[in-house]
């Protein structure tokens, strides 16, 4: 099983916040911007990819028990959100790459 420190190296993710949680271990991946969506469909260990920067979404990672969220296009996540995600242990990345480019290598990574 592949942590999130693992595939982060792998794909130049920029880490935000929760570096406590970098040992968490990756179940899969669920990408999606509708935040009841993810609530009624991710599973615990997934990563997490989405355009959503707000503290909401470390509620919800934390709701699920996510390995990680990956925010997409270079978008910045807010003060409140990596304050909570240095609370919750759960890493949140940055990356410039897309939602569909960045779920397939991803997908790629963890289905070997």
């Known amino acids: ?3 999130i420190k693992e595939l982060s ?9 929760g570096a406590e949680g970098l040992t968490n ?6 990408t999606s911007d509708l935040l009841s969506d993810v609530i ?3 599973e ?3 990563v997490w990819i989405t355009l959503q920067t707000h503290k909401n979404v470390m509620a919800i990672a934390s709701l699920k028990e ?7 296009n270079d978008l910045e996540p807010s003060e409140d959100m990596i304050s909570q995600s240095n609370e919750e242990n759960i890493p949140v990345f940055v ?10 290598k ?3 990574l963890i289905n070997k």
Do not use: D, P, R, W
């Open 9 to 17: 190296e792998k794909l130049n993710l920029k880490l935000s916040g």
């Open 40 to 42: 009624g469909h991710a």
């Open 1 to 3: 099983m592949m942590t």
């Open 25 to 30: 271990e990756i179940t899969g991946g669920y």
């Open 66 to 72: 996510l390995a990680c969220v990956i925010i997409v």
């Open 95 to 104: 990356t410039s790459e897309s939602t569909f480019e960045i779920t397939g």
């Open 44 to 46: 615990q260990g997934n």
């Open 106 to 108: 991803i997908y790629n």
